[in-house]
């Protein structure tokens, strides 16, 4: 058994030995276990990065006869064309590495291979699929003979309305305008030669024409007005005072041809100097002042760096209504310049006229102290010495060397007015005597005695003038202890007898009326003369017409006063005597004015009698029924009605039927009794009286009379003149 084993083992190394010898790779020198692991002929491995061809992602996992042949490994190409069909026909050359890498037959760098061609992709360009421009991929057909923009934009370039490339004969070069990331911003390179907008504040602001061309058949319209900051009435504040605004685009254009903010020079002539004196050069824009853009009537003149509040109130302390406010600033310095304060010598002190005019050289020289100009001082300067102003006010009470004592007394600089003389004597300071006098011998023309005084050397007051406004005031005499009597505060008096010795006009409808006595009294000489005329409501016509029919009416004043002694308006009580009775009979208290009946003011013969409540024309109507020669008229009224009473109507007993004689005389009150339809009078009744029982009538006609009715035009046929036994 053990020697056949031993048989069979030395056949099989025999064999084997025969088949290593039998190798496929006929022209291969290299040993079998440089590609072969020794646990099978198929466990390969090569380190192809040991040769000119090191093999990368996809090529690892194709096996290795798909490129070499068995017999002779050398026999394989570098070259792609050589293991891969070419579907790109040879038209676009060999080397397929020039847009494929090993990853894939996927193309993975598009950009960086069209660097190499006449058309490099840039911005939008590098998104689009090749199929967009290269129609004949699915064929291989990478190809393209034309670059041109048109070339694939043409139906963009015919589609575009706004604007409308083709009307506005636009370049079919996009890139003249358009840039490669996207059609907008277009990009107008001359554009700035009409309007810039690639450069100045109007760069990057916008987003296409439209944002200004808002026709886009016409880009020679344009709008300035649309854009987000340009509300009108945004720009009406920015523009407010500057000649010939408009809030229209070709205004705007006019003044801002470059885009930039107007200077409007007129600003220094207008409101205030920016452009010349000591505002020149020192702000950089209308924001400057204007801080609030929506109002530029609205300013400022404390942002800048010299304007310190604390500092400004030191600078202006004591100056009357002085505030830390621009309008404030403006008020007192409308050039801008430093202000003087020239309203130190009304407010204050006077400064600028006077004694101390021109004896100073700023401020510090009376207000020695910067930080409270309320200080001043009165003793510093040269003629103050004190033994000489001591001698000067010597007797004078409360005299103190003190600069705010000689302020008191000498609120003017000048010499000391004394000036409790207003209300300790007689006000010469305040009141109508302020200013009408130089000295104190003006009216103390006695200077050894200041008690005594004259009111009578005035050049006013002159005797007989005096004598004639003083005319008829009880108890008047031209001496000045008498005129200080009647005038202890040096107004004019005001005689307020005159109501009751003369005529009312502090109390009544005169009071309030007049402003002094010139007013009635015209003649000054004489104030016996007096005049009711003048006034504005006393035109002659209007009174002659107002008047038209009184008795012994003259538009004259002595006749006015006659009838209106209290200034009231007349009653004229003859009006019932001559003309008609309105204070006495049905009329009296029936009326407020002569309007109620004179309607027409300019003619006061003309009346209405049919203005009153009661005077409705159907109602006239019917009360005159049947009166011959009625007419709704006022005449025609007082033709009949001269006393204002009811009228009789005579002639109703001839006319129809006899009431004023006969049995009927005296037997009725009004027509009603009759005529009891107010609506038509020729309708009566004979049934209402007492005596006329139907019981009784019918006895009395029943069998005597035939065809007898119990009615009253029955009644009125047999009876015409109201009878008994009447046969007609």
């Known amino acids: 058994m053990m020697k056949r084993l031993f048989t069979l083992f030395v056949i099989l190394i025999a064999f084997g030995g025969t088949l290593a010898q039998e190798s496929p790779h006929v022209k291969m020198e290299t040993p079998c276990e440089t590609c072969h692991l020794t646990g099978s002929w198929n466990r390969v491995r090569f380190f192809h990065d040991k040769t000119n061809f090191p093999l990368l992602d996809r090529h690892k996992d194709v096996d290795c006869k798909s490129c070499h042949e068995l017999e002779d490994f050398s026999k394989v190409s570098p070259d792609c064309i050589a293991c891969h069909d070419d579907i790109h026909q040879a038209k676009l050359g060999s080397d397929c590495q020039r847009c494929h890498t090993e990853r894939g037959w996927e193309v993975f760098d598009v950009e960086e291979i069209h660097e190499t061609t006449q058309f490099p992709l840039m911005g939008a360009h590098s998104l689009v699929d090749c199929q967009s421009c290269h129609k004949n991929t699915m064929q291989g057909d990478f190809a393209l003979f034309a670059s041109d923009c048109i070339d694939c934009h043409q139906q963009n370039y015919l589609d575009i309305q706004n604007p409308n490339h083709v009307s506005n004969s636009f370049s079919t070069d996009c890139r003249e305008c358009h840039e490669m990331n996207d059609w907008t911003p277009a990009f107008l390179p001359n554009h700035d030669i009409f309007f810039p907008v690639f450069s100045g504040e109007h760069d990057g602001v916008w987003n296409d024409c439209q944002d200004c061309h808002l026709n886009p058949s016409s880009f020679q319209d344009f709008s300035c007005i649309n854009c987000h900051e340009h509300q009108q009435p945004e720009m009406d504040d920015k523009h407010s005072g500057m000649d010939g605004y408009s809030y229209d685009s070709n205004s705007c254009f006019s003044c801002h041809p470059t885009g930039e903010g107007g200077e409007f020079k007129d600003h220094d002539n207008r409101f205030f100097p920016i452009f010349t004196g000591d505002h020149a050069g020192e702000w950089d824009e209308c924001a400057t002042c204007h801080t609030n853009e929506t109002n530029r009537q609205e300013f400022t003149c404390v942002v800048c760096h010299e304007h310190e509040q604390p500092e400004m109130d030191n600078k202006h302390s004591g100056i009357t209504g002085y505030v830390f406010q621009s309008s404030d600033c403006l008020f007192c310095h409308p050039n801008g310049e430093k202000g003087e304060f020239r309203e130190h010598d009304t407010q204050l002190f006077p400064i600028f006229t006077g004694d101390h005019a021109g004896e100073w050289d700023e401020c510090a020289t009376c207000h020695t102290n910067e930080t409270n100009r309320q200080e001043f001082t009165c003793v510093v300067c040269h003629e103050h010495e004190q033994p000489e102003m001591d001698n000067k006010h010597s007797g004078i009470t409360g005299y103190v060397f003190q600069s705010s004592d000689c302020l008191f007394c000498h609120p003017d600089g000048e010499k000391g007015d ?28 006695n200077e050894t005695n200041r008690q005594e005084f004259s009111c009578v050397v005035c050049h006013e007051h002159e005797q007989p003038e005096m004598d004639n406004k003083h005319s008829g005031i009880t108890g008047y005499v031209f001496q000045s202890s008498d005129c200080l009597f009647c005038h202890p505060n040096g107004e004019k008096g005001e005689f307020r007898e005159h109501d009751t010795e003369f005529f009312p006009i502090f109390t009544g409808d005169h009071a309030g009326e007049w402003d002094e006595c010139a007013t009635c009294h015209t003649n000054e000489t004489n104030r016996q003369e007096f005049t009711c005329v003048v006034c504005h409501e006393h035109e002659q016509p209007e009174m002659d017409n107002k008047h038209s029919g009184i008795t012994g009416y003259v538009f004259q004043s002595s006749d006015c006063l006659f009838c209106h002694p209290d200034g009231e308006k007349g009653e004229f009580r003859e009006h ?58 006022s005449t025609d009224c007082l033709f009949c009605h001269p006393d204002g009473e009811k009228g009789d109507f005579r002639e109703h007993d001839t006319q129809f039927f006899p009431i004023f004689t006969g049995d009927h005389a005296g037997e009725w009150d009004s027509c009603d009794i009759c005529h009891n339809v107010p609506e038509n009078r020729e309708i009566f009744t004979c049934l209402d009286c007492h005596e006329h029982r139907q019981s009784k009538m019918d006895d009395k006609h029943l069998g005597e009379v035939n065809d007898y009715v119990y009615d009253s035009n029955a009644c009125y046929e047999c009876h015409p003149n109201g009878k008994e036994d009447d046969d007609d």
């Not at 409790?420 to 200013?435: K, L, V, Y």
């Not at 009296?588 to 004179?598: F, P, S, V």
């Not at 003011?601 to 005159?624: A, I, L, W």
């Open 418 to 445: 004394f000036r409790e003389h207003d209300t300790q004597f007689f006000p010469i300071f305040t009141g109508d005597h302020a200013g009408e006098w130089d000295e104190c011998a003006t009216c103390h023309t």
């Open 576 to 633: 019932d005597t001559e003309f008609f009775p309105i204070f006495t009979g049905d009329h009296a208290g029936e009326w407020d004015e002569c309007a109620t009946c004179h309607t027409n003011e300019t003619n006061r013969q003309e009346f209405s009698c049919v203005v009153c409540h009661e005077h409705e024309q159907p109602e006239m109507d019917n009360k005159h029924s049947g009166i011959t020669g009625y007419v709704f008229q």
